[in-house]
């Protein structure tokens, strides 16, 4: 039974790996969520009623690390560091093709077009979305990037990486033509650096990817 695995846990935070095929949280259908999962959780633990609260997401092909809150002030400590883009987020990606060059960063203005996010075209508004790539390893006709990621826009990574021409391995939405691996695409959210809500501590927690959960392991 797929299910989500905890990383990390104290009386503020919980940290867990999202497996792929979880949703972050409920949208009204049967398919697990994370949100959901850790309210049982944490229920079965913590005698009352117990508090969890989402203060960033992953998509439901994506597996890796996420954060919750246990109380509502670290949840809206955490919020803040999301919003203000203190927090490190570390992802990889496997991806169609190698990029030119070893490393590069694309600062762009996405918008939502229905289901799918895209560059903004001449003369839309759009969101500023940054991130930094590096190639770790190239795998033939495939390439396996390290992404910093500086903003949270939906979809972000999947959308910038299919218009530099690299879409990630598995992602048919974002225009892969590779078969899907189960509910998992090439994208995995690695490493994430926090500053603890209550001691202002820097906190790192970081989920290395298994062939169970991620097709694509071995290249990492």
């Known amino acids: 039974m797929l299910t989500a695995t905890i990383i990390y846990e104290d009386n503020h935070l919980l940290v867990a790996e999202k497996p792929p095929g979880f949703l972050a949280q409920p ?4 398919r697990p969520d994370l949100l959901t999962w850790a309210g049982e959780y944490l229920a079965r633990h913590k005698p009352g009623r117990a508090y969890v609260g989402l203060v960033h997401r992953l998509d439901r092909a994506v597996g890796g690390v996420c954060v919750l809150a246990k109380t509502s002030k670290a949840a809206a400590r955490l919020s803040r560091q999301f919003r203000e883009r203190t927090a490190e987020k570390i992802y990889i990606a496997f991806v169609h093709g190698s990029p030119k060059g070893e490393a590069g960063r694309l600062d762009e203005l996405l918008v939502r077009d229905g289901a799918v996010t ?4 001449d003369g839309e508004t759009g969101a500023r979305a940054v991130l930094d790539w590096r ?3 190239h795998c033939g006709e495939f390439a396996l ?8 826009f ?5 959308a910038q990486l ?8 598995g992602d048919a939405k974002y225009g892969s033509p590779a078969a899907p691996q189960g509910p998992a695409i090439g994208l995995w959210a690695e490493r994430l650096a926090v500053e603890h809500p209550t001691l202002k501590e820097s906190l790192v927690f970081e989920a290395r990817p298994s062939g169970g959960l991620w097709p694509w392991s071995l290249a990492v």
Do not use: F, Y
């Not at 990037?145 to 949270?152: A, F, K």
């Not at 939906?154 to 999947?158: A, D, G, N, S, Y």
């Not at 299919?162 to 391995?169: I, K, R, T």
């Open 145 to 152: 990037l390290e992404i910093n990621l500086s903003t949270g």
């Open 118 to 121: 895209r560059l903004a075209r």
């Open 154 to 158: 939906k979809h972000q990574i999947r």
């Open 27 to 30: 949208d009204g259908g049967l």
């Open 135 to 137: 190639v770790r390893r």
């Open 162 to 169: 299919a218009a530099l021409g690299h879409p990630v391995v």
